[in-house]
């Protein structure tokens, strides 16, 4: 039976864990109700002791200079949940644009956002054996939902807690607030189901594309009016595109994903 549950602190980071850095990331601490998605207490013991022999070192040299805010553990998956906005094609053009000004006019190197996205919650871990109750505690949830159309505002600057990254994004406008703050609502059960972080009581929503190291906020605030003027004049101009009708969400878990259709 379908079940349906109704109704982020200024954001500082966006939530994917390759992409963006995190904060506050929370692994889960409940196992999974249902008893059959257990291994026995013999095999979790072997498990567990297997992830710990072979710490993995992170290399920021990998990631462009990225570091981690949470460490690598076998069996632990970083997830999230979003909206996907791989498809905005305008969006890749206003990248291109803002890197070229930052690079002329601020001796700034930003870098492109490859994986697009709205965070609906936070960047959080989970265990394995967790995942697929999980996944059916978002379907219930999310389950009657309709789907909506997300509209665009302007542009924002985030910076990381950490204070390592920060991030260019343009915000989502306050008249698309209605059903996502629903859909985080709900979500939020499913995340205090297991224990895990839900999102931020002050909520930002926004789609961050381009980020650079360390805290740069004080160079982007000086060129924001300019930078809003490129955007404007791309969102004017293809306006529809950029609009998007928001049909499913997305669970990102590991390496592995996840669809949920709205009705």
């Not at 040299?61 to 990225?66: L, P, T």
């Not at 803002?98 to 936070?122: Q, Y």
């Not at 009581?201 to 381009?210: A, C, D, N």
Request: with cysteine; proline share 3%.
């Amino acid at each position: 039976m379908c079940t349906k549950m109704h109704n982020i602190q200024q954001y500082s980071g966006d939530s994917s864990s390759e992409d963006d850095d995190t904060n506050n990331v929370v692994t889960s601490s409940k196992d999974s109700p249902k008893s059959d998605l257990l291994p026995s207490s013999n095999k979790l013991l072997r498990v567990e002791s297997a992830t710990t022999e072979e710490p993995v070192e992170d290399d920021p040299a990998k990631h462009q200079g990225r570091v981690r805010s949470f460490a690598h553990e076998r069996g632990i998956w970083a997830s999230y949940v979003y909206v996907d906005y791989n498809d905005v094609e305008p969006l890749n053009d206003l990248q291109q644009q803002i890197i070229d000004k930052a690079s002329k006019d601020l001796s700034l190197e930003l870098n492109r956002v490859d994986n697009l996205h709205l965070s609906l919650t936070k960047t959080f871990v989970i265990r394995h054996h967790n995942i697929t109750a999980f996944v059916e505690n978002i379907r219930n949830a999310i389950c009657g939902f309709k789907r909506f159309r997300i509209l665009l505002s302007n542009l924002a600057i985030y910076v990381n807690e950490e204070q390592t990254r920060t991030f260019l994004a343009v915000k989502i406008a306050e008249t698309s607030f209605v059903s996502l703050e629903q859909l985080v609502d709900a979500l939020d059960g499913c995340m205090r189901e297991y224990k895990l972080p839900v999102f931020y009581q002050e909520r930002s929503f926004h789609v961050s594309f381009l980020w650079t190291l360390g805290n740069q906020r004080e160079k982007l605030e000086g060129v924001l009016p300019e930078l809003d003027e490129l955007f404007s004049a791309i969102y004017e101009e293809e306006y529809c595109d950029m609009n998007v009708n928001v049909k499913r969400l997305h669970l990102k878990c590991g390496n592995k994903f996840y669809d949920f259709g709205l009705v």
